[in-house]
């Protein structure tokens, strides 16, 4: 009776995260040249967020170029005729506003967050670079050097990234996803002007952008300046790239990164759906709530189990994006406790699995996952900026912003007998890559840090 009272609670709380204070609708868009907007009015304090997404990321590139989108992010702030280098930035700090920029493996974005009343110099100055960079070469070969040792600095010399990149490179083959998004080393070494150049003119278009814009605003407003300034901008002869599409795996991947390093490191890799991929729309909430089941903080079962039951582990982790564009990984990781190995750190991984497939989650369990997953997307709708990168996101993938409404109504909707089921079907060794890192003797310089993440931003 206590248990069902718990489990009553929690479902109350979801669906007051649910209904929550009333959000403005989403206002859209379109120019006669492509440009999409999206505006959503927020007038809880007297700023704006903007935000302009373009269609290419490093899923977007091929051999030869990788890490081209990312450099050109970078390039993005060395000036146009009428806004010379570093002059960008400087003009969004003189009116009292942020500025940055990331590159992700199906997107690049631009973001500015100002007072209000000056949203105009934000559209000034994106519209400017949209279609009238330029890429001097002496910019050019200073910045690929940034690039090249931010390269050095977040996956050459952290094990930990490294065995991620190395992770993904084994886990796909054609996919593009294969590629990191800073791109190889190699490639960077050999990329040339003319290649951003032909990136720049094929992608950075007003019929290949989103402008997303998030605050104390009036849309009718935001649209008039929007065509004021980006409404001139010639649009470009699309054609999008080639489909490249991950061939089916048959059997378990295994690949071993020998490194400097302080402690091993496991991360495995399940191909699983994602929702623009997902030919059951229901599976890709399945995997994101059990994602939560593993890794929903210090209560879930890789933590409660691994690292405070067992002392096996050190640490360990689960993660899933249901947003990516392509077939993603379901992912699992984990460094082992001292005195443990990694060999000891998959098994313990492996029977959480199986027991995902053998043994229904409970109820309460399943109520309790369901809320602190509801709970984090509903707490970021009190922020502008995350407001803007999930309809920024949604749109530019090819979901449409509309889907972010359906989160929650969605992960409630899922049942035990279901998680079950994407368990049995997905987190099988026909999907499965394992990367493990094997530490070597630690070298007079070598860094130890975080798994690479989804994005790189920097300028």
């Known amino acids: 009776m206590q248990q069902t ?19 403005a609708q989403v206002h859209e868009f379109k120019l006669d040249n492509g440009l999409k907007i999206l505006v959503k009015e927020d007038h809880r304090a007297p700023v704006v967020v903007s935000q302009i997404w373009y269609k290419v990321g490093s899923s977007y590139e091929y051999d030869g170029i990788t890490g081209v989108s990312h450099v050109l992010e970078h390039m993005m702030f060395k000036g146009t005729k009428k806004h010379g ?42 519209a400017d670079r949209m279609r009238n960079l330029l890429l001097p070469e002496e910019e050019f070969a200073k910045e690929v050097k940034v690039v090249m040792e931010e390269r050095r600095m977040r996956t050459d010399d952290k094990p930990e990234s490294l065995t991620y990149e190395l ?65 001139p901008l010639k649009p470009s002869d699309l054609k999008p790239p080639k489909p490249r599409v991950e061939g089916r795996q048959r059997g378990l991947r295994k690949t071993t990164l020998r490194a400097p390093a302080k402690l091993p490191y496991l991360i495995m890799g399940f191909k699983v759906p994602v929702l623009k991929t997902a030919q059951e729309e229901w599976e890709p909430y399945a995997l994101e709530v059990l994602a939560g089941v593993l890794d929903g903080g210090n209560s879930a079962r890789l933590a409660k189990n691994l690292v405070r039951k067992q002392q096996l582990a050190a640490s360990a982790g689960a993660g899933y994006n249901l947003y990516s564009m392509r077939q993603d990984l379901f992912l699992l990781d984990g460094t082992p ?5 990694t060999a000891e750190l998959e098994k313990a991984l492996r029977d959480e699995i199986e027991r995902l497939k053998t043994e229904p989650v409970s109820e309460q369990e399943l109520a309790r996952i369901k809320a602190q997953v509801v709970a984090g997307k509903t707490y970021e709708k009190d922020s502008p900026f995350y407001q803007a990168m999930q309809m920024g996101t949604l749109e530019t993938v ?26 049995r079907k997905y987190l099988v060794d026909d999907h499965l890559t394992i990367a493990e890192l094997e530490p070597l003797p630690l070298e007079e310089k070598t860094g130890n840090n975080n798994q690479g993440g989804e994005q790189h931003a920097a300028h």
């Not at 709380?13 to 009333?22: D, R, S, T, W």
């Not at 960008?88 to 967050?113: C, H, P, V």
């Not at 406790?337 to 190995?341: E, F, L, S």
Request: charged share 20%; proline share 4%.
């Open 398 to 423: 090819g979901l449409g912003w509309q889907r972010m409404d359906e989160y929650s109504d969605r992960v409630l909707a899922i049942t035990a007998e279901q998680l079950q089921e994407v368990a």
């Open 85 to 126: 280098p570093g002059e960008f930035s400087r003009i969004i700090a003189e009116n009292g506003g942020e500025e940055n920029a990331f590159t992700g493996r199906d997107y690049t974005a631009y973001f500015q967050q100002l007072e209000k009343s000056r949203l105009e110099v934000s559209f000034e100055m994106e």
């Open 5 to 23: 009272k718990r489990v009553s609670l929690l479902l109350l709380f979801c669906a007051v995260l649910i209904a929550g204070p009333a959000l």
């Open 337 to 341: 406790a001292q005195g443990h190995t």
């Open 167 to 231: 992770l993904n490179a084994a886990a796909f083959v054609n996919s593009p996803y294969h590629h990191p998004i800073i791109g190889w080393m190699q490639d960077l070494e050999s990329l040339e002007t003319a290649d951003l150049t032909s990136w720049y003119q094929r992608w950075y278009a007003p019929n290949n952008a989103t402008l997303v814009v998030v605050g104390d605003v009036d849309p009718q407003q935001v649209y008039e300046l929007a065509k004021k300034h980006f409404g």
